[in-house]
């Protein structure tokens, strides 16, 4: 299994579309549900900081999410663009195999 974490802090008042955009039926997961590859997004809310949230993206390999990307790279891009104005920052923390 491997998993892309991203670091978002929101803009006040953005959470709610936020929380749906980048949650489970929003457009992100909806677009990678096209792959079989695709095991899930998991967003987290920080308790300590409001607008700070975690995303954990998953999918069976590196190789896959790979794939996916460079056959919706134009997709991927445009929404990442729509999005953009929800949060004041993001950041890659970095991606992860899983051990067991």
């Known amino acids: 299994m491997y998993s892309i974490i991203w670091r978002y802090k929101i803009k006040k008042g953005s959470d709610k579309e936020f929380e749906f ?3 489970k039926e929003g457009a ?3 677009l990678f549900k096209n792959s079989n590859n695709y095991l899930g997004s998991f967003l987290h809310k ?3 900081m409001n ?3 975690l995303l954990i993206d998953t999918w069976t390999s590196e190789q896959s999410y790979k794939d996916f990307i460079n056959l919706n790279g134009s997709v991927y891009n445009s929404l990442s663009s729509r999005f953009e104005k929800l949060y004041d920052s993001e950041e890659n ?3 992860f195999n899983a051990i067991n």
């Open 28 to 30: 992100w997961s909806n």
């Open 21 to 23: 955009e980048y949650g």
């Open 93 to 95: 923390i970095g991606a």
């Open 46 to 48: 920080s308790l300590d």
């Open 51 to 53: 607008q700070m949230y």
